[in-house]
């Protein structure tokens, strides 16, 4: 877990860790397929070259550049949480509230 900008969790305060947590003890009781597959518009597996600039900056400064993705949850609303996905487990990297890792671009804007 980063504890640095950019995307921090030394920003995360008491409420919203606990809010945050929650989210991850419920998708705890799901399976990989549950998450990933059954609810894939909201979690999902992105390529390195999906990201902003400033994530595959720090990705190569932490030497992980050489990953082919990164797995995003959907916590609520814009906020998100990214990780590295191995096997069944999902080591988190990222608190990115504000969707600014991989920034959605609106249709017809």
């Not at 947590?21 to 390195?48: C, D, G, Y």
């Amino acid at each position: 877990m980063e504890m640095r900008e950019p995307f921090g969790w030394h920003e995360v305060d008491e409420a919203t860790l606990h809010e945050i947590r929650e989210k991850l003890r419920w998708f705890e009781s799901m399976t990989i397929n549950q998450i990933f597959v059954v609810s894939r518009k909201l979690n999902h597996p992105v390529a390195l070259d999906k990201l902003c600039t400033e994530a595959r900056k720090r990705l190569a400064e932490l030497r992980l550049d050489d990953l082919d993705e990164l797995h995003t949850l959907h916590l609520s609303g814009v906020k998100r949480v990214w990780g590295i996905l191995s096997g069944n487990v999902l080591s988190l990297l990222w608190w990115d509230p504000n969707h600014q890792v991989c920034p959605s671009i609106k249709r017809h804007t």
